[in-house]
């Protein structure tokens, strides 16, 4: 959970929405974007996600 607190605020709602088990369909209608600019956010924070994490395991 921490390292979602970290993610840039315009990505937090795409991996809130995906957790809930939205489509990506459904996500681009709810925020009324192009399914494209979805993928490429959902795509982004989950690689933001993976960095936030890698480095924190290295500090532990």
């Keep these: 959970m921490r390292a979602i607190k970290q993610l840039p605020q315009k990505w937090k709602p795409f991996i809130y929405q995906r957790y809930i ?3 990506l369909e459904e996500i681009s209608i709810a925020n009324q974007i192009p ?3 979805v993928k490429s956010r959902i795509h982004r924070a989950i690689n933001h996600l993976q ?3 890698r480095s924190s395991e290295l500090k532990d």
């Design 21 to 23: 088990q939205m489509s």
């Design 35 to 37: 399914l494209n600019t």
């Design 51 to 53: 960095r936030v994490l």
